[in-house]
């Protein structure tokens, strides 16, 4: 039996707590267990689908050849705007780097600088090229099966 100090007042007491012992695995199931059934708001049919599966292969199409286009857009668009950015901002990154922490970290940054500016441009003209995409194809969608 364990005991906790309880206060009371100005003085500490020991109160007996007591609790049921449950072997790791079978605890780590009973939290998975209770924490789906209250989160979980999907139909059996939902559950059955793995991610990779949708209602029609056009859809799927549709998707994929977005992606790659998107990729491939992101890709020359970080080719072309790493350079020019990197050579913008990197006398302000290594200054500000070497000002506050030291003459040695400026190297070490200019190249993190590079790698987080591409990161960024490829994200940003990912992000962009996708959603452009898939407005466009939404766009002709509607003015080809608009009923009017």
């Given at each position: ?10 003085t ?8 049921q ?9 009973r939290?998975?267990t ?15 689908m793995?991610p990779?599966?949708s ?18 857009a ?5 080719f072309?705007?790493?350079?020019p950015?990197?050579?913008?901002t990197?006398?302000?990154?290594e ?10 970290a400026?190297?070490f ?21 996708g ?11 509607v ?6």
């Amino acid at each position: 039996m364990l005991f906790y100090l309880c206060k009371n007042g100005s003085t500490f007491s020991a109160l007996p707590l007591s609790f049921q012992l449950i072997p790791p695995n079978e605890g780590l199931a009973r939290r998975k267990t209770r924490s789906s059934e209250l989160t979980d708001t999907t139909s059996a049919e939902e559950r059955d689908m793995t991610p990779n599966q949708s209602n029609s292969g056009a859809s799927g199409m549709f998707s994929g050849g977005v992606r790659i286009i998107a990729e491939t857009a992101a890709a020359i668009a970080a080719f072309f705007g790493t350079g020019p950015l990197y050579s913008a901002t990197i006398d302000f990154v290594e200054n500000y780097a070497n000002s506050q922490y030291g003459h040695t970290a400026g190297d070490f940054i200019g190249f993190v600088w590079g790698i987080a500016c591409g990161a960024l441009i490829f994200g940003t003209a990912r992000m962009t090229a996708g959603a452009a995409l898939t407005a466009a194809g939404a766009a002709i969608a509607v003015r080809i099966f608009a009923p009017y």
